[in-house]
């Protein structure tokens, strides 16, 4: 029994982030744009140092969703079908969108949010979660947060709260009450965030996955330095841009604090793939894949790019696995 809550538990989280998608939102009286990504970017706070998004309905047409579907656990297929029966929602058809933010805390662990906007039933969803998790709400800003307790614990980590009848906000109380705190006009969205703006601008609508940050922030707050990141030399933000076909394509570009800069991080990425390439007697996975990056510099600027078969990623996994 305790392992079927966990289950069910998880599958909560689960879905709201997987349910993640974004339809067209336009109910903001004020609000900056970014032309053909989604509206639900004006809730996320400005103090946001990286944002992610993702086009699930492209990704739902893609190869790659059927075999994810080809690897799902008979646990999680019950318990979807379970969840679409009682709210009437069906990921794959009901969802548009993703978007997602968060920020890194000095010497504590780091915020973030998923905002989700689809086609559901808010009453119906909410009732199903009521009935498998026991949430504690709270009451902010006019709206009803649900905190839901970590399985087989007493922690109380995560929550969602709607912010419409289609849209939707997943993550830790401070995060969600920032979100609430946008929506309400209290404070101004990632897109009024100048260094944050200027990224997502520069991304196409037709990306099926992507992603910006503020490294200088991010790292400047990590909680934790690794050796490695002491190594690398400054960078001030990065970009990436991901389709999945039949091939994984896409682009990572790292904008360095100066040009002598991005000549040595060039370096180490080159020396890294190398490396990795050494290995490919004993790891032909490995050697597939990073043959499929290239690395380029230009002025501060450093550009990965990548193109490699979407198999090779279940492959990498089969090979992780013990055997």
Not at 158 to 170: I, Q, T
Not at 194 to 200: D, E, K, N, T
């Amino acid at each position: 029994m305790k392992q079927r809550k966990a289950v069910v538990a998880s599958i909560l989280v689960g879905v709201a982030v997987v349910v993640a998608g974004i339809a067209i939102y336009t109910n903001h009286a004020a609000k900056a744009s970014v032309a053909g990504l989604p509206d639900a970017l004006n809730n996320l706070p400005s103090d946001c140092q990286f944002v992610f998004g993702m086009n699930v309905q492209k990704f739902v047409t893609s190869p790659m969703y059927t075999k994810f579907q080809q690897q799902q656990t008979p646990a999680i297929g019950s318990d979807l079908s379970q969840f679409t029966l009682a709210t009437g929602v069906d990921p794959a058809r009901d969802i548009n969108y993703l978007v997602a933010g968060g920020r890194a805390k000095e010497k504590t662990k780091g915020e973030g949010v998923v905002i989700v906007v689809g086609s559901f039933n808010k009453g119906a969803i909410t009732n199903f979660i009521r009935s498998k998790a026991a949430p504690i709400e709270k009451e902010y800003a006019g709206a009803t947060v649900l905190m839901i307790p970590e399985p087989n614990t007493t922690e109380i980590n995560k929550g969602l709260v709607f912010l419409s009848d289609r849209e939707m906000a997943l993550g830790d109380l401070e995060s969600l009450k920032a979100v609430l705190d946008v929506k309400a006009g209290v404070n101004k969205s990632v897109l009024f965030n100048p260094a944050m703006a200027a990224m997502i601008n520069g991304i196409s609508e037709t990306e099926m996955l992507w992603f910006a940050g503020d490294a200088a922030g991010l790292m400047a707050n990590a909680p934790i330095t690794t050796p490695l990141a002491a190594n690398i030399p400054p960078v001030q933000n990065v970009v990436g841009t991901f389709n999945i076909t039949d091939s994984v394509t896409g682009k990572i570009t790292a904008t360095a604090t100066t040009a002598d800069s991005a000549v040595k991080l060039a370096d180490i990425l080159r020396g890294l793939v190398a490396l990795g390439q050494l290995s490919g007697d004993r790891n032909p996975e490995l050697k597939m894949l990073l043959g499929g990056l290239t690395v380029s510099q230009t002025s501060n600027q450093v550009n990965l790019a990548l193109n490699f078969p979407a198999e090779l990623i279940q492959q990498l996994q089969q090979a992780r696995s013990p055997r």
